[in-house]
């Protein structure tokens, strides 16, 4: 059984459910409108005939509220909209011919039959032009029998009339009056519904748009462009290999002892200072952050093919600008932490890891290179490769080469960046490289 507050609360909303669309919550709002219209102006009739002295029987307006009513209980405890649509359409055609019949003739009725009309009105609002005509054809079928039967009793019709002509005129008007204005409304309130549902649906749509562009802003967070783009069109496994990148390694000197005496609260200000500081920077240089690990952060030039032929100098300009935002801004490194840096440039790998949680992520010799001479650094210093230098001696100052033992590498010589040159040639890419 179904509780009283649940019931009032289908019947306020017209029976229409959270996942119905808008094109049925329009068509159930119709139809309960209508039949509030219906069922109310028979009553309104039936007094205002007896305000004209004409003592006519109340039984057929009755029996219509109460078929109406019964029909709509039925239709809010049950969701049985079909059933609800298809009873009140046959109403909105049968009551009218029945009340024009019990009446007389068209004259005396005051053309009574012609409030069918809004059956098939209804029709095209809730089922559909197609599905409209019958209840049109059926509304001409029954104008056709009562003029057969006004044709029939036009003999008695004359001499007995049960309705004087002057109230039969008066309600003609009214009729005619009344049904065009109904048609109007239901018309008026349909396009008014579909409006609101129309307007809802671009607020909604809006609303989509602005989380889809958040979701694509957090996927832009950790993918590359291109690799988002990608992922999106095909979903597949994405995996590149690339035979020229450069890529950089930071890592902040001390920081375990650092971070032993702070707060994690204290650790992560001071990271995120620093790391959102880099991020800056390798928008600026139009490089692209691959990740941090712990303490350490990595990116990398040569993935996109809009980074243009002289992506290892950006990387080098960018490793400058962090050296020297660390050692004169306050803001960001109030603690004055410094970093070590270690550029590679050669072959690698790249790719999506995993199905959750994804990253993309760099492998191969050079990203082993440009980690490990990270590591083997010196507080402020920046250390590259014999590729990189190679590719950067003409625009960079260099310390001269240090030899170093790399795991897995043996002896490997490393140079200490500097800076730019004051004067310094064109830049040029990767085939100006000479031995």
Same mark, same amino acid.
């Given at each position: 059984?179904?509780?009283?507050?649940?019931?009032?609360?289908?019947?306020?909303?017209?029976?229409?459910?959270?996942?119905?669309?808008?094109?049925?919550?329009?068509?159930?709002?119709?139809?309960?409108?209508?039949?509030?219209?219906?069922?109310?102006?028979?009553?309104?009739?039936? $007094?205002?005939?007896?305000?004209?002295?004409?003592?006519?029987? +109340?039984?057929?307006?009755? $029996?219509?509220?109460?078929?109406?009513?019964?029909?709509?209980?039925?239709?809010?405890?049950?969701?049985?909209? #079909?059933?609800?649509?298809?009873?009140?359409?046959?109403?909105?055609?049968?009551?009218?011919?029945?009340?024009?019949?019990?009446?007389?003739?068209?004259?005396?009725?005051?053309?009574?039959?012609?409030? =069918?009309i809004l059956a098939p009105i209804v029709a095209v609002l809730v089922l559909g032009p197609r599905e409209s005509t019958p209840w049109f054809a059926a509304h001409v079928v029954m104008l056709a029998i009562c003029g057969f039967v006004d044709f029939q009793l036009v003999g008695a019709a004359a001499t007995i009339p049960r309705v004087p002509p002057g109230v039969s005129g008066?309600?003609? %008007?009214?009729?005619?009056a009344t049904i065009s204005s109904i048609a109007y409304f239901l018309l008026h309130y349909a396009t008014r519904q579909k409006q609101l549902y129309q307007t809802e649906f671009e607020q909604t749509h809006r609303l989509l748009q602005i989380e889809q562009e958040k979701s694509e802003r957090l996927l832009l967070n950790i993918l590359p462009g291109p690799i988002a783009k990608?992922?999106?069109? !095909?979903?597949?496994?994405?995996?590149?290999?690339? +035979?020229?990148?450069?890529?950089?390694?930071?890592?902040? %000197?001390?920081?375990?002892?650092? $971070?032993?005496?702070?707060?994690?609260?204290?650790?992560?200000?001071?990271?995120?200072?620093?790391?959102?500081?880099?991020?800056?920077?390798?928008?600026?240089?139009?490089? !692209?952050?691959?990740?941090?690990?712990?303490?350490? /952060?990595?990116?990398?030039?040569?993935?996109?093919?809009?980074? =243009?032929?002289?992506?290892?100098?950006?990387? &080098?300009?960018?490793?400058?600008?962090?050296? +020297?935002?660390?050692?004169?801004?306050?803001?960001?490194?109030?603690? =004055?932490?410094?970093?070590?840096?270690?550029?590679?440039?050669?072959?690698?790998?790249?790719? %999506?890891?995993?199905?959750?949680?994804?990253?993309?992520?760099?492998?191969?010799?050079?990203?082993?290179?440009?980690?490990?001479?990270?590591?083997?650094?010196?507080?402020?210093?920046?250390?590259?490769? &014999?590729?990189?230098?190679?590719?950067?001696?003409?625009? /960079?100052?260099?310390?001269?080469?240090?030899?170093?033992?790399? #795991?897995?590498?043996?002896?490997?010589?490393? /140079?200490?960046?500097?800076? #730019?040159?004051?004067?310094?040639?064109?830049?040029?890419?990767?085939?100006?490289?000479?031995?």
């Amino acid at each position: 059984m179904m509780h009283p507050h649940t019931f009032l609360a289908r019947l306020r909303n017209a029976g229409v459910e959270p996942g119905d669309s808008n094109d049925l919550r329009i068509r159930k709002s119709i139809m309960v409108f209508a039949m509030g219209l219906m069922t109310a102006a028979p009553m309104f009739w039936l $007094a205002l005939y007896w305000l004209l002295g004409l003592k006519l029987s +109340a039984t057929l307006p009755v $029996a219509l509220q109460l078929v109406s009513v019964v029909t709509l209980v039925i239709y809010i405890m049950t969701g049985g909209f #079909r059933f609800f649509q298809y009873a009140q359409l046959g109403l909105f055609l049968f009551f009218p011919f029945i009340v024009q019949l019990s009446m007389g003739s068209f004259v005396s009725a005051s053309g009574a039959v012609l409030w =069918g009309i809004l059956a098939p009105i209804v029709a095209v609002l809730v089922l559909g032009p197609r599905e409209s005509t019958p209840w049109f054809a059926a509304h001409v079928v029954m104008l056709a029998i009562c003029g057969f039967v006004d044709f029939q009793l036009v003999g008695a019709a004359a001499t007995i009339p049960r309705v004087p002509p002057g109230v039969s005129g008066v309600f003609f %008007v009214l009729n005619f009056a009344t049904i065009s204005s109904i048609a109007y409304f239901l018309l008026h309130y349909a396009t008014r519904q579909k409006q609101l549902y129309q307007t809802e649906f671009e607020q909604t749509h809006r609303l989509l748009q602005i989380e889809q562009e958040k979701s694509e802003r957090l996927l832009l967070n950790i993918l590359p462009g291109p690799i988002a783009k990608r992922l999106k069109q !095909e979903g597949d496994t994405i995996v590149d290999g690339f +035979a020229d990148v450069t890529v950089m390694f930071a890592d902040i %000197v001390n920081f375990t002892s650092i $971070a032993e005496g702070l707060s994690p609260k204290q650790v992560f200000s001071m990271l995120n200072k620093v790391f959102s500081g880099f991020d800056e920077l390798a928008e600026k240089h139009q490089l !692209e952050k691959i990740k941090t690990i712990g303490d350490a /952060y990595m990116v990398a030039g040569g993935l996109n093919s809009d980074d =243009g032929p002289d992506y290892t100098e950006k990387i &080098a300009d960018m490793a400058v600008d962090m050296r +020297a935002m660390l050692a004169n801004d306050p803001a960001i490194n109030d603690m =004055g932490l410094q970093i070590r840096v270690g550029i590679g440039t050669g072959p690698i790998v790249a790719g %999506v890891v995993g199905k959750k949680k994804f990253i993309y992520d760099l492998w191969g010799d050079t990203v082993n290179i440009a980690s490990r001479i990270t590591a083997e650094g010196t507080p402020g210093v920046i250390q590259v490769d &014999a590729t990189t230098y190679r590719r950067l001696r003409d625009r /960079y100052d260099f310390d001269l080469p240090q030899n170093i033992q790399l #795991r897995g590498k043996g002896d490997t010589d490393v /140079y200490r960046l500097i800076g #730019r040159k004051s004067t310094a040639p064109e830049a040029t890419g990767p085939s100006s490289e000479t031995t």
